[in-house]
């Protein structure tokens, strides 16, 4: 199985690759990916000089332009694909109907990848998309167990990507507008969920409260391990009972899956994660790359360190694992 | 382990903060100088008043990219758009990218405040640009680089231990 | 397409709530024999377990709703995971003589070539997707809550023959996950419910930790606590070329909410005595109509000059 990793920035792209990628994905500093944070992601220039040192080192570069296009706004999408194209990507990323069907239609032989947010979760779906966009490669939501995902892969006829360590939705990708709800931000058209910009923690007493736009998202009590003020990970009341409605905030890993998923038939594993700083990608890149060829006893290993790095410091198999629903 | 050792701390304390400022401000212009691709990522927050509150000194150090200044106070935290606590050692980490901003978050041992967008670009566009603070310190030290680089980098390696070991 | 020419068409969504069989089959006699809406679009879209409960009176539902000359469509479930749902897809594209709103891609996929329609609950966000999937057989477009006027007017420009709808009253759907909150929130998982998202008709209010209210929870789906409510920002739409209003069910009255948007399409009332008799109708529950104007979905734009243009 490839070992696709994160690259928020040029020197996480370069860790990337020292640390064993055998793809390294990233977008453009705009709104054409899921990942705009301010200070993040690629110059045309920055690009250009990645995907040459990747090529060199014998590395891929997926540029992910998965975000929706705004109308009225879609040439920012048209240009950020022509411009992926020439400066040599090698597969991109889309979740856009109509910016799949410009890349098919003018770049007949560019790879064409299904990001996570065109939220294709069966066989018909992932038919409709090599039909009608000639689609190679599908990367799945994280809606589905080990064992759907292998029933799936035997019935398509396209490569099967899916998340193996990270930051984890817990609603569908790209059909959630819970944050856009709260901030007027909204993750498929500005490529931004809870945005750092209506994000406040604010201390009262000994907690830590956080908030989001207009709305307390959760309270951490001395010493507890927070998150990141995710909707979906927040602390709610629901019938006088408060508590984590949605999901606690823990990440995805599935390194304990990883035989199962080579044997249902999966091509790559991602990693999540463009937002998180160099140290983390070369960590959690090298950990897994390790994980690939490791025996199960040694994999717990390398597990229990890549928790401390996760959010809540806890992880989880999230859909993956039936019961998790 | 990522608290002061108090042979640091102490002198730190008692010296006259000019002291302090010029060393500080001289660090600051270099390693401004060294990396002019941290404006770029910085787009619009380079405008911004960042303020640094190591836990285990009685000082803040403001910045303010753009105009390149940089003030030491003792006392009351000063009005900043952004501040960030925690033990000088992990904010020099963060400086260098040595250390997950993210990862040190969430298990509280920093503690972020005011313009979260600004505090962001800021982490985001030092993450990206290899500061090596050794190296900085050495460059300032003229013919005394070798000495001062050497040490720093021993402090740094026994501060930041088991946190960096896989990272470098 | 319409039977008041000029105006646009009103369209009743399908029940995302989990109501009983008699109360879901009554709720639908009575939009037959009384609602002013020309279009009824209805079958389980949120999650398949619950299917049972209205799958017995759909027959008899249909029925009602055509003899009364309402044109019925049937909706797709918005989340396909288990080969179960899928085969429940194929089979109702398969067998259904009524058209069907698509609200997954496996339904897109199923129905190229057939006239149909496009759901909220599937990405529309501008021309270029719209067109292609016209291409492909799709009529009616109901656009996703979160579009605002702004990507909404270039559509209507770009496809001034198109019927376009846009989602006008009713709690919003923002999310779906593969894991039950609602289930959760009592102290049960997705696979053994026992259908508990049937004790609250109009779905489980989620608070915040500081008492705000903020979303509700209807099994799967996570919706807006709000109830968005376009009244003011219909006319430049409207005039635009917009073809079609939807009112999504609410656990309230709808013949009368129909009546009173019918009435302010038809100018007998204004805007605010719209608004006033919705919070009669519906009381207790916020409006919003932040979407449309490009902020948080959660506020309200009072009218004024921007609620008027519908551009911020």
Redesign the interface.
């Known amino acids: 199985m490839e070992l696709i990793c994160p690259a928020g920035t040029p020197a996480a792209f370069r860790e990337a690759v020292e640390a064993g990628a055998d793809a390294v994905y990233c977008g453009f500093r705009d709104e054409t990916n899921a990942r705009n944070f301010p200070g993040l992601n690629f110059s045309r220039e920055e690009l250009r000089q990645s995907t040459a040192l990747a090529q060199r080192k014998g590395v891929q570069t997926f540029v992910a332009l998965n975000t929706f296009m705004r109308a009225g706004d879609e040439a920012l999408w048209y240009s950020a694909a022509d411009d992926a194209v020439a400066l040599g990507a090698d597969a991109l990323i889309l979740a856009d109907f109509g910016l799949m069907a410009y890349v098919a239609e003018k770049y007949p032989q560019q790879r064409l990848h299904v990001s996570v947010q065109a939220s294709a979760s069966n066989a018909d779906a992932i038919r409709f998309l090599v039909e009608a966009f000639g689609a190679r490669r599908v990367v799945l939501p994280r809606v589905l167990t080990v064992q759907d995902i292998a029933r799936l892969t035997r019935q398509i006829d396209c490569e099967v990507e899916v998340f193996a360590f990270g930051g984890l939705c817990v609603m569908a990708e790209g059909r959630c507008s819970l944050s856009s709800y709260a901030t007027g931000k909204s993750p498929n058209m500005n490529g931004v969920c809870s945005p750092a910009s209506h994000v406040r923690y604010r201390q009262d007493g000994a907690d830590l409260v956080s908030e989001l736009g207009a709305y307390t998202i959760n309270r951490f009590g001395p010493g507890e391990a927070s998150g990141y003020p995710t909707l979906c990970k927040g602390r709610f009341d629901v019938g006088g009972v408060e508590g984590y409605a949605f999901e606690d905030p823990v990440s995805l890993d599935v390194i304990d899956e990883i035989d199962a998923l080579r044997a249902a038939g999966v091509s790559a594993l991602k990693i999540e994660g463009r937002q998180r700083g160099k140290a983390y990608v070369a960590e959690v890149v090298s950990s897994l790359k390790k994980a690939l060829d490791a025996t199960p006893a040694e994999r717990a290993v390398l597990v229990a360190r890549l928790r401390t790095m996760s959010e809540g410091q806890r992880t989880t198999a999230g859909a993956y694992d039936k019961r998790w629903r | 382990m990522q608290s002061l050792p108090l042979f640091l701390a102490k002198p730190v304390d008692v010296a006259p903060l000019w002291l302090v400022e010029r060393v500080a401000r001289l660090i600051f212009s270099g390693v401004l100088k060294a990396h002019p691709d941290l404006f770029e990522r910085l787009g619009t927050y380079r405008q911004a008043r960042y303020c640094f509150s190591p836990t285990d000194l009685p000082l803040h150090f403001t910045v303010v990219p753009a105009a390149q200044t940089l003030a030491v106070s003792r006392g009351q935290p000063p009005q900043a758009d952004a501040r960030v606590e925690g033990p000088l050692l992990l904010l020099l980490g963060l400086l260098e990218g040595r250390c997950d901003a993210d990862a040190l978050f969430f298990s509280r041992e920093l503690s972020v405040t005011g313009d979260m967008e600004a505090m962001l670009a800021l982490r985001n566009a030092l993450d990206d640009s290899a500061i090596d603070l050794p190296r900085e310190l050495g460059r300032l030290a003229g013919p005394l680089s070798f000495l001062v680089a050497g040490t720093a980098r021993f402090i740094r390696s026994k501060a930041l231990e088991g946190r960096d070991t896989t990272w470098n | 397409m319409t039977t008041n020419a000029g105006k646009p068409a009103l369209s009743l969504g399908p029940v995302y709530f989990l109501w009983d069989g008699p109360k879901w089959r009554d709720f639908y006699f009575r939009i037959a024999d009384e609602a002013a809406v020309e279009h009824v679009t209805l079958g389980e879209t949120v999650c398949s377990k619950r299917q049972h409960f209205s799958e017995p009176h759909i027959a008899e539902v249909v029925e009602r709703l055509e003899a009364a000359g309402k044109r019925v469509t049937l909706s797709s479930l918005a989340?396909?995971?288990?080969?179960r749902?899928?085969r429940h897809?194929?089979d109702l594209i398969a067998d259904s003589i009524h058209p069907i709103e698509a609200n997954?891609?496996?339904?897109?996929?199923?129905l190229?070539g057939r006239p149909h329609a496009i759901g909220p609950?599937v990405?529309v966000?501008?021309?270029?997707?719209a067109?292609?999937?016209a291409a492909?057989g799709a009529q009616n477009i109901c656009l996703?809550?979160?579009?605002p006027a702004?990507?909404?007017?270039?559509?209507l420009a770009a496809m001034p023959d198109f019927s376009f709808e846009i989602f006008a009253f009713g709690r919003?759907p923002?999310?779906?996950?593969?894991?039950?909150?609602h289930a959760?929130?009592?102290g049960l998982?997705?696979?053994n419910c026992q259908f508990v998202c049937g004790e609250e008709p109009d779905s489980?209010?989620?608070?915040?930790?500081?008492?705000?209210s903020?979303?509700v929870?209807n099994g799967v789906q996570?919706m807006?606590n709000s109830c968005v409510v376009l009244v003011d920002d219909l006319a430049p739409l409207v005039e635009a070329g917009l073809s079609r209003i939807r009112l999504s069910p609410q656990d309230c009255d709808m013949v009368e909410v129909a009546g009173l948007y019918r009435a302010l399409l038809n100018g007998r009332i204004d805007g605010e005595e719209a608004i006033a008799g919705l919070a009669r109708v519906y009381p207790g529950v916020r409006f919003s109509n932040?979407?449309l104007h490009?902020?948080?979905?959660?506020?309200w734009v009072s009218r004024g000059r921007n609620a008027a243009t519908g551009r911020d």
């Open positions: 989340m396909v995971t288990l080969p749902e899928s897809v194929r997954d891609l496996s339904a897109l996929g199923l190229k609950l990405n966000y501008n021309a270029a997707t067109r292609l999937l492909r996703p809550p979160e579009l702004a990507s909404i007017h270039p559509m919003m923002l999310a779906i996950s593969a894991r039950c909150a959760r929130s009592k998982t997705k696979d489980l209010p989620l608070r915040t930790l500081d008492r705000q903020f979303l929870l996570t807006s932040g979407f490009r902020q948080e979905g959660a506020a």
